[in-house]
């Protein structure tokens, strides 16, 4: 048999040497190629069939699993960052519709849990402060009047006049109820107040070195009797056993935001185990505390920062230059 192809025919011949025989057939190529053609022609159909049909599935899939689950995600994101105000707006009725109506009671009943919290501790910070206030102690009193005595037996009349009268202004200050909170300039002024009268108890024993606070932070707003414990601490466990030289020093810096008000003393007392556990101690939560272990003036001081302005701030303890302890008192402050 014999093919050849002449467009548009394809031709076979079939040829019989015993009887010198040729048949010859011929197909035009059309008929031919048309099976191959309409496969071709449904290969390409279904492909396109095909991609239609994942790409509508993918967008499907998108809509109704990827991008709700996004928000969702980007939901508590958002609520790991701290912003508890957020809300997802919901219609859907499938599962999506009920965690997205589920997280957002979430978040109500989280602001709830937070604003009770806030309230319980600021009515607890409340409650210490005004305990610390009623407990002016009672060696104080009697040690102030013990020097108006003395001051009085060699009539030391301008003494005594200056004396009660800064002790006219520290209880008056200690007393007073009415603001929670006073501005940072007054606070100052009673630490002052209170280094002032340790002053004249101890004379030269102690030397005071004061740097003054500059005007435009005068003016910030923090919680009352904050400064005047860490002075008191100073006087109490660093300067009162000095026969001579005992140094407090009182001085500010400013880094970015923040106001770091730092209270030093030359005192020799001071162990490396005692400054760690004081560490320690602020770098815990308020909120650790155990069993009915009384606060402190220091602790009390820690907390209350740290309910006013977050736990970025507040007090820390390290080793002065002076070579006792150095605290320092950090609060936000931004230029206006």
Request: hydrophobic share 40%; with cysteine.
């Amino acid at each position: 048999m014999t093919r050849f192809q002449s467009d548009p025919y394809l031709y076979y011949a079939l040829y019989d040497p015993d009887h010198s025989f040729t048949l010859t057939a011929s197909i035009p190529n059309d008929v031919l190629q048309a099976p191959l053609e309409q496969y071709n022609l449904w290969l390409w159909t279904l492909t396109l069939i095909s991609i239609v049909i994942i790409m509508i599935f993918s967008f499907s899939i998108y809509r109704s699993i990827h991008k709700p689950l996004s928000v969702l995600i980007r939901g508590f994101r958002m609520a790991e960052q701290g912003q508890t105000s957020i809300h997802i707006p919901q219609s859907r009725r499938d599962e999506f519709g009920y965690l997205y109506s589920r997280f957002n009671h979430m978040i109500e009943r989280l602001h709830i849990l937070i604003d009770e919290n806030y309230v319980a501790r600021i009515r607890t910070s409340e409650a210490e402060l005004k305990h610390l206030q009623s407990q002016i102690q009672p060696h104080f009193l009697y040690n102030s009047l013990f020097s108006i005595k003395q001051m009085a037996e060699v009539e030391n009349v301008e003494l005594i006049q200056e004396f009660t009268d800064y002790l006219g202004q520290y209880f008056r200050y200690m007393s007073r109820d009415s603001h929670s909170e006073v501005s940072l300039g007054e606070e100052v002024d009673h630490a002052l107040v209170y280094a002032s009268i340790q002053k004249i108890r101890f004379g030269s024993r102690v030397q005071l070195q004061l740097e003054e606070l500059s005007r435009e932070y005068r003016d910030i707003a923090i919680p009352r009797v904050i400064i005047q414990p860490i002075v008191e601490n100073v006087f109490e466990h660093a300067l009162a056993k000095r026969s001579q030289g005992g140094i407090l020093k009182l001085s500010y810096q400013v880094e970015h935001d923040k106001l770091s008000i730092r209270i030093e003393d030359d005192g020799d007392q001071l162990t490396d185990e005692v400054l760690s556990s004081l560490q320690e101690s602020f770098q815990e939560s308020a909120n650790q505390r155990h069993g009915n272990e009384e606060i402190t003036g220091l602790m009390n001081v820690n907390q209350r920062l740290r309910i006013k302005f977050g736990a970025g701030y507040g007090l820390c303890a390290q080793r002065s230059e002076l070579g006792g302890l150095c605290m320092i008192l950090n609060i936000p402050w931004r230029r206006e």
